[in-house]
Structure formats: C-alpha cells, structure tokens
C-alpha cells in the first residue's frame, strides 16, 4: 500500500488543510524506518547465502583424467611421402605398415614428430618429449623408441614402443647369398641335371640317375640328402614335370613314367606306347606334350582323362615344318591364369640344327593343341632388336606380371610385359656378376617370399624382396 506525503509551504495551507500534521509525520516518519529495516534484511539474507555456497565450494574435490591413451602418432613427410602409423592399443606398439625406401635413414635420424594427441604428458626416458626437437629413429627396428604417457591424474601411465620400418633391400630385388655346396659334402653334379618342386620337396636329377632331395623351407640352409632311385637311363630328363602331385617323363623307348615320391618310379600303360617324345608342360587339368605318328609325322598332344585320372592322348595340330619351327630341346613353359580368366601356357626352347641363331621365339597356347609363335615386330631399319637374344637351354618364368627369361650361362635377365618385345634388365633383377652359375633350376612359387623361381648353384637365391617387405 502507497502512501502520499503532503508538504505544506506555509502555515495558513496548514490552517485550512484538515489534516492533522503530527499525527501524519509520525506515522510516515515509522513507515520509512520500516522499509529500510526490510532492505537491510534482504540484504543479509543474500550475503550470508553466499558465504554458505561459498564455503560448501571449498569443500568439492575436483577428478582428474586417468586416460593415458595415444590417440595420433605422426612424423615428418619422407621423400615428400606422409606415412601412415598403426597404433596397437593392446600391445603397446607404434609402427608403419609400409616400409619406407631405402637410404630413408638418413631422413629420419633428424627427424620431427608432427602429431601426438594425448590427454597428458609423454616422457621419453625421465625428459618430457619437446615436439620441436628432432628425433634418432634410424635404429628403431633394432631398439624401438620408448614412449610413456602420463595421465592428467599423475597417476595411471602408459609405455608405448615405436617403431620405424625401412626396407634393408630394394624392392623387388635378387638377394644372392654364397653358399660352399648345395650337394652332399664331397659332392659334384657333372652334365646338365634336372631340377623339379613335388610338393614342399626339391628334387635335383642327374644325368648319373643320383637323385639329391631337400625341403623347400631347407633348401636355401643347403640341408640336402642323396637317396637311391630306380629311374633307368632311357628316361629323358629334360622332358620331366609334375602334375598333381606326380612326377611324369618320357622314356627314349616310347614308355611314359610316374612316381608319386621322385624316388619309385613305375610306366603308365595307359600313357605310354603312343609316340610321346616330350612334354611340354603342363595346365591345370592336362598335360600338353608332342607326339609322333607311323609316318613320323609330329603334332601337339594333350592328356585326356576319365574318372580315374589320365587316360590317353588327344592329337592336336602338326608342328610347323618352316620357320619359325617349334623347339623340341631344352624346352621350359609355365602356365599362368590371364586376366580374362584363361589359361595359358609360354614356353620356349631351343631348335635342332640351328644355323647361327641370333634370337629365341617363345610359344603359347591356350588347350596345348594348337600353339602359336609370339614374334618380335622388326624395327624400321633393322638397327633395334625387340626380339629376346638366343640362349642356350633357356629358362622361362613368371613375376609382377612380367615374362623373365635367362640362359644356361647366367649373364642376364631379360624382360616382357607381352612375351613379345624383350629388353636386358639392368638394375634389380640381376645376376651375380663375381661368380657363374651351375645350372640346377626349378620354377614354383617360393610360398614365403612370392618368388617365382629358385636358382640352386653356387650361389642361391635367398628371396625376392617386394614392395610391402622391410
């Protein structure tokens, strides 16, 4: 409720004013005291709500993060390259998964971390790391990097390991490792012998029927054993292979052998006695050879089968009798899947009776029936070769989509995207130049390092580095 204060300037307002002025400023002057009182309770009750909230504050223990998590791990580009880091939170352990090149260990001994996202602290030994510092991680591989992470909480902790993969080879690369002997000690291979994978097991063949024998995961430590064979003289080594896990030759007296072991050997009747003078090699579900007919005519062949393995042989084409005529010595072939889901067979060879032969002519076939000649276009003026330069008992193989092709003398390997065009290859792919060869050779996968041959000699082949090894 409102109250009016009257203020009268002079005494005659107040005479006919009505109003009783004592009264009035005695009443109005106790209101006023009254405001003021309240507005000074309010107040304190204010103030001292305050204090109360302030003091219970003091009170409150304020929890600290206990994650000691790293979240992001990375370096410095190398080579212009930002390589990617794997964080496995479980072991503890930091490293790229794509090794970086060679010679990049002259990068990263001084080289910085440019992103580490962390809740806490990270010490390097009992320093705590300065992103700004370079870092020594050249030798990570060896001795990796230790990193602790401190939480927020000063308590919980954290050890990680880093490590920086670098290739030690160049990708895609021969490494050769001298070796004393890949035979028996004491031992000699003389004459040109024969090298065949069945299953996980080497057989080295030679010319003297002693059979030599290794495992694949041993041959490289030159684990080997001699064991006895009955495989008789007549048996042509050249024309030996295997197929399903059997080894098949042709004999000089028309008799096709098998054995299951290398060691036992034993004449499929149903193969042999038919005119088969060699075999070419081999597809998923036949083996392709050349036969001969009554008038001593040739053509190609292939195995037929029935519900309990290979029956017979079916005749296909007459081999060309010109040029450019089909090899039928030191033949070798390998069969690979395109990309259109074919089977395919390229071999090469040499030819009987060559005349100063200044290339070789690979083959292919896509049903061992019918084969056709992959010829070298001719340059304009004659001046560049594209043709793959003539070889003693050539060998053929497979790698990165790519043909590879050398000679009995190991000089050098040449290359070939199509089989058509061939070029010497001069950097990575390279023989020994120090020391030659024997020529002991298989062609198979090497399950381990993805290597598409195996040379065995004086030297061997220890692996084929590619890309995504370190």
Known sequence: MDYLIILYKTLEDYQYSNKKVSIFALYNKQIIRMRIRSLLVIVSVFFASFVVVSCLGSDTVIEYSSDDTIYAFELDTVYRVNYAFTIDQIKGKIFNKDSMPVGADTIINRILITNLEVMGYVLTG??????????????????PLQLTVLAPDGV????????????????????????????LEGG??????????????ILVYTPDREVYRALLNNGNEGVWKEDATDLPVTADLSSMLAFNDTLY????????LV?????????????????IEALIGSFPDMIAGIKHDTEEKKFF??????LSGLSGWEKGDELPETSPLFPLKSISSMVYKTKTGLWKTFMMGNVDDETNPVS??????????????????LSSDDAVSYSCPYMLQPSIIRYDDKFYAFGSNFEAFYVSTEGITWSKVKKLILFPVTHRLSPIRINRINRKWLTKTAIYGLYGVDRVKYGGDA
């Not at 993969?165 to 895609?172: G, K, L, N, S, W």
């Not at 062949?301 to 029935?306: A, E, L, Y």
């Not at 070789?360 to 276009?377: H, K, N, Q, Y």
């Open 156 to 183: 919980s902790k954290k050890d990680y390991e880093v490590e920086v993969r670098v290739h030690r080879q160049e990708p895609d690369s021969l490494i050769w490792t001298q070796r004393t002997s890949y035979l």
């Open 301 to 306: 062949c292939t195995t037929t089968s029935d």
């Open 188 to 201: 000699s291979i003389t004459g040109r012998p024969k090298a065949v994978l069945l299953g996980d097991t």
């Open 360 to 377: 070789l002519i690979p083959w292919f076939s896509l049903d061992g029936l019918r084969w056709t000649a992959v010829e070298a276009p």
């Open 249 to 256: 030759v042709v004999t000089t007296d028309d008799k096709v």
């Open 126 to 143: 009992d320093s705590l790391l300065n992103m700004s510092d370079s870092l020594d991680l050249s030798k990570t591989m060896e001795k």
């Open 259 to 275: 054995s299951a072991d290398g060691l036992s050997w034993s004449e499929d009747t149903r193969l042999s006695g038919q005119g």
